[in-house]
């Protein structure tokens, strides 16, 4: 059974840090691209970073480069998203998602952390 279990979401103050995390099972994981996303209320979900499987390339979308880092450790299949430098506007739902190009359905999701950024 596949599963994506986020962890790692809060609370926190504007200039703080949190780090997410996705725990991967069901699949082969180091096969596949990881990225996080998030969706704010009434908005679209947008990719926030994705690090690819095998080669270990990043990136990121312009809102968040030079404050968040995402990274992978294939031998605990989880994927990881550091966020320092939070703002407001960070504030949305955190998704993980696994994406492989030769399976059917490619893209497998997880159910979400909730991350708030607020004084």
């Known amino acids: 059974q596949v599963q994506l279990v986020e962890s790692g979401g809060g609370l926190v103050q504007p200039g703080g840090s949190l780090r997410l995390s996705c725990a991967a099972s069901?699949?082969?994981?180091?096969?596949?691209?990881m990225s996080w996303y998030r969706q704010a209320p009434g908005k679209q979900r947008d990719l926030v970073a994705r690090?690819?499987?095998?080669?270990?390339?990043?990136n990121y979308a312009d809102s968040v480069k030079g404050r968040f880092i995402i990274s992978r450790d294939d031998a605990k299949n989880t994927v990881y998203l550091q966020m320092n430098s939070l703002k407001p506007e960070d504030t949305a739902l955190y998704y993980c998602?696994?994406?492989?190009?030769?399976?059917?359905?490619?893209?497998?999701w997880g159910q979400g952390t909730q991350v708030t950024v607020s004084s």
């Open positions: 998602n696994a994406w492989y190009r030769f399976r059917d359905p490619p893209n497998y």
């Open positions: 069901g699949f082969t994981f180091s096969r596949n691209d």
């Open positions: 690090i690819i499987g095998g080669g270990g390339s990043t």
